[in-house]
T-cell receptor, first 111, second 110 residues
Framework: DAMVIQNPRYQVTQFGKPVTLSCSQT?????MYWYQQKSSQAPKLLFH???????NEADTPDNFQSRRPNTSFCFLDIRSPGLGDAAMYLC??????????FGPGTRLLVL | EDQVTQSPEALRLQEGESSSLNCSYT??????LFWYRQDPGKGPEFLFT?????EEKEKERLKATLTKKESFLHITAPKPEDSATYLC???????????WGLGTSLAVNP
């Protein structure tokens, strides 16, 4: 089945220690998104790639970076995680601006 | 300002007791309204996309409808496995970003 895959499902890191979350997709979609979701809140868009074009949201902290080496893969780098960055991180994909399909998420815990 | 509001915030039903969830929106130029289901600790699961007023879509016990101001997600004879948070999101105008509601947390008791 075509899908969005996120690894790892759970990530524990230490305060200030860089961490990378990965997302891959077999849907061959040209748009990939990274969201942050905290408990009982709606997903918050951090940034997205439209093809190779990177689009950062104005309120995304500089601490968050992303890479998309090819169509299938996208990475979220958190350079110096703080306690406030503990959250569920969701990757989604879409064909152009059509329906977004989400992965299972990565739960990040910062100690 | 573009806005999406979902109601109720939480809903508790008995198994078999049909009900509806509401998603009202105020946006300029609707490009699509999306319903998702989210289980605890998991990513949102796509349910429906609606594009224009009068459109309806169905899947098993769920039916989504759309007017110019709101969408309803009707749940017919729900089962305990329908318990989840249901999220509504809207894309409007030339924006690539979805506008999300806060969700309705549904609990279905056996």
């Amino acid at each position: 089945d075509a899908m969005v895959i996120q690894n790892p499902r759970y990530q524990v890191t230490q305060f200030g220690k860089p961490v990378t979350l990965s997302c891959s997709q077999t849907l061959n979609h040209n748009v990939m998104y990274w969201y942050q979701q905290k408990s009982s809140q709606a997903p918050k868009l951090l940034f997205h790639y439209y093809d190779k074009d990177f689009n950062n949201e104005a309120d995304t902290p500089d601490n968050f970076q992303s890479r998309r080496p090819n169509t299938s893969f996208c990475f979220l780098d958190i350079r110096s995680p703080g306690l406030g960055d503990a959250a569920m991180y969701l990757c989604a994909t879409s064909r152009d601006l059509e329906t977004q399909y989400f992965g299972p998420g990565t739960r990040l815990l910062v100690l | 300002e573009d806005q999406v509001t979902q109601s109720p915030e939480a809903l508790r039903l008995q198994e078999g007791e049909s009900s509806s969830l509401n998603c009202s929106y105020t946006v300029s130029g609707l490009r699509g309204l999306f319903w998702y289901r989210q289980d605890p600790g998991k990513g949102p699961e796509f349910l429906f996309t609606l594009y224009s007023a009068g459109e309806e879509k169905e899947k098993e016990r769920l039916k989504a409808t759309l007017t110019k101001k709101e969408s309803f997600l009707h749940i017919t004879a729900p089962k305990p496995e329908d318990s989840a948070t249901y999220l509504c999101a809207v894309r409007a105008g030339n924006n690539r970003k979805l506008i999300w509601g806060l969700g309705t947390s549904l609990a279905v008791n056996p």
